[in-house]
């Protein structure tokens, strides 16, 4: 992985922070957050987990649907970097997974198959908080985070934190866990979209939540609204089922 250079960093933080404005979209911003974090440090995939209203991890976005298969399986199996950085608060950096078998014997395994070589997690935090994690794959030899990288990467997790609570500072804490719920719930919804598109046509997973995501943005719909729409009444978007 490449150091990161300055004039690509500067374009995803203003993208960002335009992100961060009324009518606050939280599924497109972290779908946004995992498909910049991915290409600012040339990385394999990068997978993001929020933590639900008990404080368990859950999928919530993923730069590819490779990622978010690797993301449920550690869930599944409560072992991994991505677990770690959230239960520490602690980034977990540069690990090169064909040596991390003692460390997560189910994970790293499955985390080969799907061609991955190595492993970064960083822990989406405010202060103590602990909201969530960031999981960054590495698919080349030489997957090592440069020195530099890791603190901006660390700020795009932050930035994801900040996301998150920036409109709900002034609420209770139970209004920010409702939020998170909804939109763990609404994830569900979505996921059930991408497979009748893709059945529909023909194409993967990945490609379908890109034409629901395109259509939305196109004709300013919420990812939530248009995905409800598609598994409740498709014959209402004909458009979205044909190639």
């Given amino acids: 992985m490449t150091t990161v250079s ?27 957050l995992t498909e910049r974090a991915s290409t600012l440090v040339n990385a394999g995939a990068v997978g993001l987990m929020l933590a ?29 970097p991505c677990l770690d950085a959230f239960r520490t608060g602690r980034p977990v950096i540069n690990v090169d997974l064909a040596g991390a078998a003692h460390r997560w014997p189910r994970f790293v395994p499955r985390a080969a198959e799907a061609g991955f070589l190595s492993v970064h997690a960083f822990p989406l935090r405010l202060r103590e908080h602990v909201i ?9 030899e030489s997957g090592e985070l440069a020195a530099a990288d890791a603190p901006v990467v660390q700020a795009l997790a932050d930035v994801a934190t900040i996301g998150l609570l920036q409109e709900r500072t002034i609420r209770r804490a139970e209004e920010l866990t409702e939020q998170l719920q909804s939109a763990l719930n609404s994830r569900i ?12 046509r023909s194409v993967g997973v990945d490609d379908a939540f890109t034409i629901i995501r395109t259509y939305a943005r196109n004709h300013n719909r919420r990812l939530i609204d248009l995905a409800h729409e598609i598994v409740e009444d498709p014959t209402s978007l004909p458009e979205l089922y044909r190639s």
């Fill in 6 to 32: 300055a004039e690509r960093l500067a374009v995803i933080f203003v993208e960002a922070a335009d992100t961060l404005v009324d009518e606050f979209d939280l599924l497109d911003f972290l779908q946004m």
């Fill in 52 to 80: 639900d209203q008990h404080g368990r991890l859950q999928f919530m976005a993923g730069s590819s649907e490779s990622v978010r298969l690797v993301e449920l399986f550690q869930l599944q199996n409560q072992e991994g």
């Fill in 132 to 140: 969530g994690a960031l999981n960054v794959f590495g698919t080349a």
């Fill in 189 to 200: 919804v979505i996921e059930q979209a991408k497979g009748a598109i893709a059945q529909a």
